[in-house]
Structures are given as C-alpha cells and as structure tokens.
C-alpha cells in the first residue's frame, strides 16, 4: 500500500499514514502585537526534492518571533511563526542523501511552531546525538550557537580578557557568560533583578551589575576592569545600554551588538569610535555556520559542551504550543531567564 503523500511529490517518508494532511499551528496573519496570533489549522507542507519534513518536538522563543511580527524586520504576512525546533525527520525530498527519514535534528528556520516544518536539507540544520534531549537541542540550538560563535569569532575572547555581557541572565547571554567563563576571561555581567544577578553569579560572572539600581553603571564597570574597561562588550539589549557599552570598552576594544531587546540603537557618527579606536559590529550567527562543514563543527561543538556540563542549558519554563501568547509575552517583557521553549 503506498503512502498518500507520495502520489503527489517524490518523497520517502517514515510510515504510511503517519503523516496527515493539517496540522496546528502558530500563524501570524498581520503585523501587530500579541492580539494577531492565532493558533489554529494549517496544510502540512509536502518536502520538496532537496527539503526534509520534521515532525517537531520542541521549539525554542527568540526576539527574532518578536522583530518579525512587529515589522522591525520585514515579512510578508501571513506566516508561520517560529525560527528553531528540534524532531525527527518523517519524509526527505527525491534528492536528499545527507539526512535519512528517522535522524534525529535540531533546526534553524521559518516555520518552527507547527507541528510538521519542511527545512532545506542544505540550510541550517543537524543531527542531535542521542545524548542530546530534544528539549536541550531546541533550547540550544540558535542561541548556544551564538554564544560559541561570538565568543570564537565575532572576538576571540582569551584567558585573562575582561569581558561585558550585557542582560547576562538572559538567553544568549547566559551562555555567553559561560564560555567566556570557561575561556578564563573575567566576565562582567549587567542584570535587571537580584534574581538575575544570582543567575550570571552562577553562570561564572565574577561582578554582577544591576543597571537597574545603578542605571550609570560605567564606573563600576572600569573599577572590576583595571580601570582601562573591557576588551569585549557583548550587548543584547540595546537602544537603553549602548552608550554604556561604548564607554565601558577599553582602548582597541571591541563592542559587539547582538540584540536589541531594548530598541533600535540609533545611526552611530563612526568619528566617536577613533577616541579609544573602538571596533563595533552587529554580526549574525547565520554568516558563521552558512558551510556545511561550519555548521556540523559548530554543532558538534554545542553538542559536547552540553553533554560534558560545559554549558548548562538554563530552561526558564516550558509552555504548551497552544500557550505561545504567554510564552512570548514572558519573553517580550524580559521576565524569563535562561530560554523559553515550547511542548509541540
């Protein structure tokens, strides 16, 4: 008996009828706030010759569900929210040869809060070892590679290096924290709540800063850095700490923006840079894994640090897809730390 599916485009799936035709999940039909979301029934998408169809397990939150759907990055609308998950590949395209109906995957793109997602089999996508839990995989996924990636490339962070993580209980600074811990660098961490700042502590920041209490928070800053500042700044927040960020970099030192949960840091006049011959860049995961070779490296990488307790990966609370409303507006309104994912 053949399976429905393949009638219509050549795939190999995992079993007749285990793929069924709809599917829940979350769409955006508009820009706008949480009042736009809807969870409701959607096709399930049919791979095409060099896609994969995963039936996903887990999905991970980013600011990146939360830019889209505000318009801060452009998207044609409507759309299937989500941009990580992790399940196991039920169907491949005519042409896949790299991954095989059963591998176990963690994914980076569109499309991730469903229950079945079509990923390119030449995208951002790779095998979870069977160590690797599927909550663990979609937890770490988009934001552990970030960390490992930033902390290798974006500046090489060394052993005796002062560094900056900005929001440092958060999701991607959390994880920062710990590989510049474990690098043997001095981490500085900023945090909104006292809460937070046992959190970075823990993570292996040797100062914490409340911004909050201490909104002018530079001094301290330069006191716990030689009195020269930071060789990093790692900022996820922002439009209300960048200037902060910039005073706390040392001569020749670098000030890497990788969020802006805050706002939109205003244009930059380049000649405030040449005082201390700051460099500044706003790089993105996706250029540092974009070869296949990078992305399994990187992966493998992610993959033993958590294994081996390296990295702990924070889980701030688990919601039901059905929930994803509250689950974003825990992460829109920066009351999680660690990372938010959801039960598909």
């Not at 998207?75 to 196991?88: C, D, H, K, V």
């Not at 100062?207 to 030689?226: H, K, R």
């Not at 205003?266 to 995961?285: D, I, S």
Request: a negative charge; proline letters at 5%.
């Amino acid at each position: 008996m053949t399976c429905p599916l393949l009638l219509f485009t050549p795939v190999r799936s995992l079993c007749e009828m285990s793929i069924p035709t709809t599917q829940k999940a979350i769409v955006v039909p508009e820009k706008g706030g949480f009042e736009v979301i809807s969870y409701t029934e959607t096709s399930v998408p049919q791979p095409e010759t060099r896609q994969i169809l995963v039936k996903n397990e887990y999905a991970g939150l980013n600011f990146l569900d939360f830019y889209f759907r505000s318009g801060y990055f452009p998207s044609p609308f409507p759309y299937t929210a989500g941009y990580e998950s992790a399940g196991t590949v039920v169907a491949i395209g005519s042409d896949v040869t790299n991954f095989a109906v059963g591998d176990r995957v963690a994914c980076i793109g569109p499309a991730s809060f469903a229950e079945y997602t079509a990923f390119s089999a030449d995208g951002y996508v790779c095998t979870i070892p069977d160590s690797i839990s599927f909550k663990a995989a979609a937890a770490s996924i988009s934001q552990g590679l970030t960390a490992i990636t930033f902390a290798e490339e974006a500046y090489k962070v060394k052993k005796g290096d002062y560094v900056l993580v900005q929001a440092a209980a958060g999701g991607v600074g959390l994880l920062l924290t710990q590989c510049c811990a474990a690098a043997g660098a001095h981490v500085i961490g900023t945090v909104s709540t006292a809460e937070k700042a046992e959190i970075a502590k823990k993570a292996g920041a040797e100062t914490v800063i409340n911004y909050v209490q201490t909104p002018d928070f530079v001094a301290d800053v330069l006191a716990a850095s030689e009195g020269k500042g930071v060789h990093v700044v790692y900022d996820g927040v922002g439009k209300s700490t960048f200037d902060a960020s910039i005073a706390c970099a040392r001569c020749k030192g670098y000030v890497i923006l990788l969020g802006e949960a805050s706002g939109s840091v205003p244009p930059l006049a380049l000649q405030t840079l040449t005082a201390k011959n700051l460099l500044v860049g706003k790089p993105t995961l996706f250029n540092y894994i974009a070869e296949p070779e990078k992305m399994k490296y990187y992966s493998d990488l992610l993959w033993n640090q958590i294994a081996s307790g390296e990295l702990d990966i924070a889980i701030y609370k688990e919601y039901p897809i059905s929930e994803y409303t509250a689950a974003a507006a825990d992460l829109e309104g920066r009351k999680s730390t660690g990372k938010i994912v959801l039960k598909i």
